[in-house]
């Protein structure tokens, strides 16, 4: 009889989630014939998983989280394996019984990984097409949007040609009269307005893709950019209350993600993942030195 021992358990539950170290304490309860221990097993993991989760979410800033956290439920699931299971080899409860193949509970903890990030990638897709297709209102330019784009580091002509590879990625979301004035050089930045408006979603892409254009050496630039612009219901905030406030756009200092905008309003910034399609509060602004320069 092949039982799995606290130390496969706990690396199952640091690697999988505490529903692999759950199913690994269910299939010992079912090859000793443990009464209920099946459903209690994967009943509480499931339940421990999901709560990791909603605090893993709620956590001002995730990097800590990604490696307290599993630590935390490792630890958990040893614990409670003791009292429960503990007593299966080391004491002797089944004398016959030998310790299973790591292969299988390193296997379990990663089909189980797999699942859940299949679910949650399924989710976000769900909750997106849903918020996109049910909560944008039509697209109404305002020639008062007081949206602008402040850049350094590249030169006029590069902009303009990032600028135009932009209107060429996103033709057709960007109204039927957009256009860009870009104003001449001074002290070194550019200033970028939008006469006829440009939408809230895109105008968050542009910032990032002037700070990330294709087919441009990054190395040799040392780039800044900044977007302006008063909060509508269009930005899909958070909260109401920031309706009508002032915002300022950038991509943050050190950034890993490519896929994103920080959001500062008064003292408050938020994180805008274009992934997640949701802005989250942050603690840390994470402001790209010189960025006062452009304010």
């Not at 600028?163 to 001449?184: C, M, N, S, T, W």
């Not at 070194?188 to 050496?217: M, W």
């Not at 950019?225 to 950038?250: E, H, M, N, T």
Request: hydrophobic residues 45%; glycine residues 8%; proline residues 6%.
């Amino acid at each position: 009889m092949k039982l799995y021992t606290e130390n496969q358990v706990a690396t199952a539950t640091f690697l999988g989630s505490p529903i692999a170290g759950g199913i690994l304490m269910a299939r010992n309860a079912k090859r000793v014939g443990q009464k209920g221990g099946t459903l209690k097993f994967i009943g509480i993991t499931v339940a421990a998983t999901v709560a990791l989760g909603v605090i893993a979410f709620l956590l001002p800033d995730r990097k800590p989280g990604d490696y307290l956290l599993p630590l935390l439920a490792a630890f958990a699931m040893r614990y409670w394996y003791k009292k429960a299971q503990g007593d299966f080899i080391l004491c002797g409860k089944f004398p016959e019984a030998s310790k299973a193949s790591w292969w299988s509970a390193l296997g379990t903890s990663l089909l189980v990984a797999i699942g859940i990030m299949v679910l949650l990638f399924g989710g976000l897709m769900l909750v997106s097409g849903f918020n996109r297709g049910q909560q944008e209102p039509a697209f109404i330019p305002d020639s008062n949007n007081g949206k602008e784009m402040v850049v350094r580091g590249w030169t006029s002509a590069e902009l303009n040609r990032i600028l135009a590879d932009f209107q060429k990625i996103y033709e057709g979301r960007l109204g039927a009269k957009f256009a860009l004035e870009v104003h001449p050089p001074d002290h070194g930045s550019i200033r970028v307005t939008f006469p006829h408006d440009i939408p809230a979603l895109e105008f968050s892409f542009l910032i990032n893709y002037v700070q990330y254009p294709k087919d441009l050496d990054l190395k040799t630039h040392s780039i800044l950019v900044i977007g302006k612009a008063p909060l509508s219901a269009d930005f899909q905030v958070p909260d109401r209350r920031l309706v009508g406030q002032f915002a300022i756009f950038y991509v943050p200092s050190n950034d890993r993600d490519y896929d994103l905008v920080y959001v500062r309003v008064g003292h408050e910034t938020f994180e805008n993942s274009f992934a997640a399609d949701i802005w989250k509060k942050v603690t840390d602004s994470r402001l790209p030195p010189g960025i006062e320069t452009l304010l």
